[in-house]
């Protein structure tokens, strides 16, 4: 009998790290995929007899698709290049395991019906994108449907969750910045009730209070939601400050985008006059003038992640909600310099 046989909870991801191989490789072993070596698919199942691996019979007969319902700001359309990015690398997670997709789009707020997807098609499971309403998460889990939120917490949706952790990355941006003189750094954020975007606001606020400097909402606005249009408000609100800051975090690149289109307007320049950190680190950061700090969020991890905890729920291992989290990377470009002291 193996060491954590009777003493763990066995899980398709801990025989994977066990065999130092993918996911889906276990889960096609178990399930006799021919393309699975037989050496290789008998020392899965050799470590799966000894884990103690017992998976539960399925409820329902499987349909190798699954929904992915994001929530936006505008029914059936992705609010950016972020949501664009979510569905591409949960098609290709999924693909791993011969799961088609459905994607539907549905109103973040407001009311809003029943994703139609979950309505007119079979699925064997659903992943929740976008900040979806609690009501919809709680819907979903009394249908007894597997389902897994990205970016988001049990505690909120009361579903297994995958978030990104940001503080580590934002509080090192953060510290960089005081570093090269910047002791007034403002943040525009969308929602702070986002999860992700509290982590955050919270990661930004602790640095600033742990170097004695003001911490508190004078230098934060919020509230107009997350593209290029509240970057360039947020930037106009904070210039507003006497006197305004000389460095700005912004809780996603496209309102840093904004924010530095808004600021090359008014004549300031980045970075001598202004450093501007974003987060996702979307593929644009390379290509602006200058080039754009921010803090990759691990989306193609994140996703990944996501898909392969749902596939543990619908290969009948765990209804139990669980909290994972994949780690943020601080991404330092040209868009950050020394601060220039502002004269007395």
């Known amino acids: 009998m193996d060491e954590f046989s009777g003493t763990q909870q066995v899980s398709l991801r801990t025989m994977a790290r066990r065999m130092n191989v993918a996911v889906s490789t276990v889960s096609r072993a178990l399930a006799g995929d021919p393309r699975i070596s037989s050496e290789r698919a008998a020392e899965i199942r050799d470590l799966a007899d000894r884990l103690g691996y017992r998976p539960r019979p399925l409820r329902r007969r499987r349909a190798n698709a699954i929904a992915l319902i994001i929530a936006s700001q505008k029914e059936g359309v992705a609010d950016d290049l972020y949501q664009q990015l979510v569905t591409l690398h949960v098609e290709q997670a999924s693909s791993e395991f011969q799961n088609h997709v459905h994607v539907e789009f549905v109103l973040r707020h407001g009311a809003a019906a029943y994703p139609s997807v979950l309505r007119e098609n079979r699925v064997d499971g659903v992943i929740l994108a976008g900040h979806p309403s609690v009501e919809l998460c709680q819907r979903v889990r009394e249908e007894g449907i597997p389902v897994v939120v990205l970016n988001d917490t049990v505690r909120r949706t009361g579903c297994t969750s995958v ?182």
């Open 163 to 344: 978030i990104t952790d940001f503080v580590p990355g934002t509080s090192e941006a953060v510290c960089r910045l005081v570093e090269l003189g910047h002791w007034s750094i403002g943040f525009v954020a969308s929602r702070r009730e986002y999860p992700s975007v509290g982590l955050r606001l919270e990661a930004y606020q602790r640095v600033l209070a742990d170097c004695g400097l003001d911490a508190e909402d004078t230098l934060v606005v919020e509230g107009f939601g997350g593209g290029v249009a509240a970057g360039r408000e947020g930037v106009r609100e904070l210039l507003r400050r006497e006197p305004p800051p000389t460095a700005i975090v912004f809780t996603n690149d496209w309102m840093a985008i904004g924010g530095m289109n808004e600021l090359m307007r008014q004549g300031y320049r980045v970075p001598e006059d202004m450093s501007l950190v974003g987060h996702d680190n979307v593929s644009l950061c390379d290509e602006l003038e200058p080039a754009l700090t921010s803090v990759d969020g691990g989306v193609e991890e994140l996703t990944k992640m996501g898909v392969e905890l749902l596939q543990e729920q619908i290969e009948g291992h765990s209804d139990a909600p669980v909290q994972e989290r994949v780690p943020g990377r601080l991404v330092w470009r040209d868009s950050c310099t020394q601060a220039r002291r502002q004269e007395l």
